[in-house]
């Protein structure tokens, strides 16, 4: 398991309240690794990153997803060297992509975190 994957798996656990649908899908490039429902009834995709530098590794169709579906996306990045986490919207893709970790995040922190997208949708 990859280092994406058991971040996925780890804020998962942490998250009880929300409803991820894993997408594995080599077909359609880009597309965010979870469609995700929480309690609010309010659906928005999660694209799961993890860093051991300040730059975040996006490829350019997740950059073009993130361009084309700017509302209800998020990226969610762990520090391999600090351990933040960081929570951004996919309106800031190109500043993030330019900016790397430096950026400052929507939320950080595990429980800012899961509160801002257990707050969607009110």
Do not use: W
């Amino acid at each position: 398991m990859g280092p994406e994957a058991k971040f996925y798996k780890y804020f998962k656990s942490k998250t009880p309240e929300i409803i991820y649908t894993r997408i594995e899908n080599s077909a359609s490039l880009g597309c965010p690794d979870a469609l995700c429902y929480n309690t609010n009834h309010f659906y928005f995709t999660l694209e799961f990153k993890v860093s051991s530098r300040n730059k975040i590794a996006l490829s350019p169709h997740q950059k073009a997803y993130h361009i084309r579906h700017p509302q209800n996306s998020f990226i969610l990045i762990k520090s391999l060297v600090s351990g933040d986490i960081k929570l951004y919207e996919g309106s800031d893709v190109l500043q993030l992509d330019a900016c790397g970790f430096k950026l400052s995040p929507c939320s950080q922190g595990l429980e800012a975190c899961r509160l801002k997208l257990l707050q969607l949708g009110t």
